[in-house]
């Protein structure tokens, strides 16, 4: 089996239940989940809280149209709205993360009359043709353009190249604070700050794309939290519901004024709200973020000491890790999952990407370091040359 095959599609691990951090196969091989699922599941897979609302819910209402007000849709988001940064009054629930980036565009533009978007070198922003107008890989975007909107790239961290690149033409500057598919980059100090304060004095939108660092993920509930930057509009999903489709656009009110023809079908539908209602309240009644804070620093620390010397860097924040290694992420994936029963997920060449569930106990971080110790050992480095 090629390395390729195993990113790609077609692993040769059938998959047929969840619990916790585990994945469990068809054959009952146990797999601890460090990443496998792309961070759609912070509390961990089949989480009871959540089964049990997405159960109740599924049986009384499976849906009616966001015209009709439901308990389900007004507690979801009563509960985002509590659990978004103070400024945020507004939000919209979606089906994804690429259509929550969408509307954020749509908004910016119908907030402040401009077309012009800033995006950064590594970004992801989603699969539709606005967000991968945003995203910076060609191999995703070639084979469709021209593509919606015009934009411009500037190399991610840089607060200078930030600066010429935003004016009075600008609709809205979109940023991860953390990138997850391009590398697991962390920005210099200051840089979210910088990209405030330009925007601010632009009059453009700042939007800050919290796809894979929000919920909990980087030990705040947002990671836009670390810096104390409030963006015009943040935009979620992957973990939203634990597992179930959505994603939500949370706004300041000057955006929230021009976007009143924005809406989607399945917009907040009664079971999606019940699984957002259920992992928002978990998160925050169990203090999710701040474990995901503790065991991510006991990761790394360990991770530190057990490999730092065989490879390049280990970055990120909270339970977002990357390891960057010297060649070859793919393989070091694959050998990570057919020799130790871990499953990772790369980002790019050379980045191992950790994305566990928040509910990750030290006792699994301890497997987590012993496998990579094992894969990322010298001599199973020469082996395989
Ligand atoms: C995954 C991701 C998206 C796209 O989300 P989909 O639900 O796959 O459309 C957008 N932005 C970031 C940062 C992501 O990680």
């Avoid at 059938?14 to 990443?35: M, N, S, V």
């Avoid at 009709?68 to 659990?83: G, K, M, N, S, T």
């Avoid at 992992?279 to 065991?295: F, M, R, W």
């Amino acid at each position: 089996m090629s390395d390729l095959d195993f990113v790609s599609g077609g692993k040769p691990i059938a998959i047929e239940r969840g619990e916790g951090p585990f994945l469990y196969a068809t054959d009952g091989t146990e797999y601890l989940d460090a990443g496998a699922s792309y961070a759609c599941t912070p509390l961990g897979h089949s989480h009871p809280a959540v089964v049990d609302a997405v159960q109740e819910q599924v049986g009384d209402l499976t849906f009616v149209d966001s015209s009709y007000p439901v308990q389900a849709r007004e507690d979801a988001y009563a509960a985002l709205v509590a659990a978004t940064p103070d400024g945020l009054e507004g939000a919209w629930f979606c089906n994804s993360g690429t259509e929550a980036n969408e509307a954020a565009l749509k908004f910016a533009r119908s907030a402040t009359g401009n077309s012009k978007i800033v995006a950064a070198t590594r970004s992801f922003h989603g699969r539709t043709m606005g967000s991968l107008a945003a995203t910076w890989k060609d191999k995703y975007k070639k084979p469709y353009e021209p593509l919606a909107g015009d934009v411009e790239f500037v190399p991610y961290g840089d607060a200078e190249e930030l600066a010429d690149a935003v004016d009075d033409e600008t609709a809205a500057v979109i940023l991860e604070p953390i990138q997850g598919e391009g590398g697991i980059n962390v920005p210099p100090a200051g840089y979210l700050e910088a990209a405030r304060d330009l925007t601010d004095e632009a009059g453009a939108a700042l939007v800050l794309d919290e796809v894979q660092t929000g919920m909990g993920r980087t030990g705040e509930m947002w990671a836009c939290q670390h810096a104390g930057v409030t963006p015009d509009v943040l935009t979620t999903a992957k973990g939203l519901g634990n597992g179930l489709p959505v994603g939500a656009i949370a706004v300041r009110d000057w955006i929230a004024d021009g976007a009143a023809s924005h809406n989607a079908t399945f917009s907040g539908g009664p079971v999606v709200a019940a699984a957002v209602h259920a992992t928002i309240s978990t998160l925050v009644e169990d203090e999710v973020p701040a474990h995901a804070a503790q065991v991510g620093d006991y990761l790394v620390d360990e991770l530190e000491a057990a490999v730092g010397d065989h490879v390049r860097e280990i970055r990120g924040e909270g339970l977002l890790v990357g390891v960057e290694v010297k060649r070859g992420a793919n393989r070091v994936a694959r050998d990570l999952a057919l020799d130790h029963q871990i499953l990772a997920l790369p980002a790019g060449r050379t980045v191992v990407r950790l994305l566990p569930p928040l509910v990750l106990e030290e006792s699994h971080a301890d497997r987590l370091v012993e496998a990579l110790e094992g894969v990322l050992a010298p001599e199973a480095e020469t082996e395989s040359r």
